[in-house]
T-cell receptor, first 113, second 112 residues
Framework: DTGVSQNPRHKITKRGQNVTFRCDPISEHNRLYWYRQTLGQGPEFLTYFQNEAQLEKSRLLSDRFSAERPKGSFSTLEIQRTEQGDSAMYLC???FGQGYGYTFGSGTRLTVV | DAKTTQPNSMESNEEEPVHLPCNHSTISGTDYIHWYRQLPSQGPEYVIHGLTSNVNNRMASLAIAEDRKSSTLILHRATLRDAAVYYCILSLPQGAGNMLTFGGGTRLMVKP
């Protein structure tokens, strides 16, 4: 297992378009997290899955954002009708749970033009 | 949410030890103390975590105060590759999903 994989690494899109990012966690990890990071700031929590269940969503996750984790394996994060303010690094992490560290992916950098 | 306080930046000389402090005076009894670091253009990297006792691993040591209101990440011999932003984070209890809430972190600069 080579860690958490995120695709694509970079995405440039026009305002108003929809984008989808994929995260493949470490296979043994049942918890998966999405974070967003803007320049000069620490990562901000977006949402969390335990297996296939989405158990927590941040207020940052507007109705234009949706995340899924079918079958408790990979996860997708979709942003509809992108806005320039959505430009950020989107990070995925997975974990065994409480008392264990997270393993982060390298992120997907989104630029909305 | 329990918060952490870290200096914005610190400098170190290469091959010298580095002590990165973190205050978390409102920590609860079940909060784990996590440290992550982030190099430019990469995702955060797990460094170490602990609950009450001091912890050592191949990357660093974590010294936790007896009252748990502060902790110190110790890099025993800083290298240029240790230059990064270091985040001290308290994990929320298990029922809340163990989310990590990142603050601003400490930017460590290592001088050759």
């Amino acid at each position: 297992d080579t860690g958490v994989s995120q695709n694509p690494r970079h995405k440039i899109t026009k305002r108003g378009q929809n984008v989808t990012f994929r995260c493949d966690p470490i296979s043994e990890h049942n918890r998966l997290y999405w974070y967003r990071q803007t320049l000069g700031q620490g990562p901000e929590f977006l949402t969390y899955f335990q297996n296939e269940a989405q158990l927590e969503k941040s207020r940052l996750l507007s109705d234009r954002f949706s995340a899924e984790r079918p079958k408790g394996s990979f996860s997708t994060l979709e942003i509809q009708r992108t806005e320039q303010g959505d430009s950020a690094m989107y990070l995925c992490a997975s974990s065994f749970g409480q008392g264990y560290g997270y393993t982060f992916g390298s992120g997907t950098r989104l630029t909305v033009v | 949410d329990a918060k952490t306080t870290q200096p914005n930046s610190m400098e170190s000389n290469e091959e010298e030890p580095v002590h990165l402090p973190c205050n978390h005076s409102t920590i609860s009894g079940t909060d784990y103390i996590h440290w992550y670091r982030q190099l430019p253009s990469q995702g955060p990297e797990y460094v170490i975590h602990g609950l009450t006792s001091n912890v050592n691993n191949r990357m660093a040591s974590l010294a936790i105060a007896e009252d748990r209101k502060s902790s110190t990440l110790i890099l025993h011999r800083a290298t240029l590759r240790d230059a990064a932003v270091y985040y001290c984070i308290l994990s929320l209890p298990q029922g809340a999903g163990n989310m990590l809430t990142f603050g601003g972190g400490t930017r460590l600069m290592v001088k050759p």
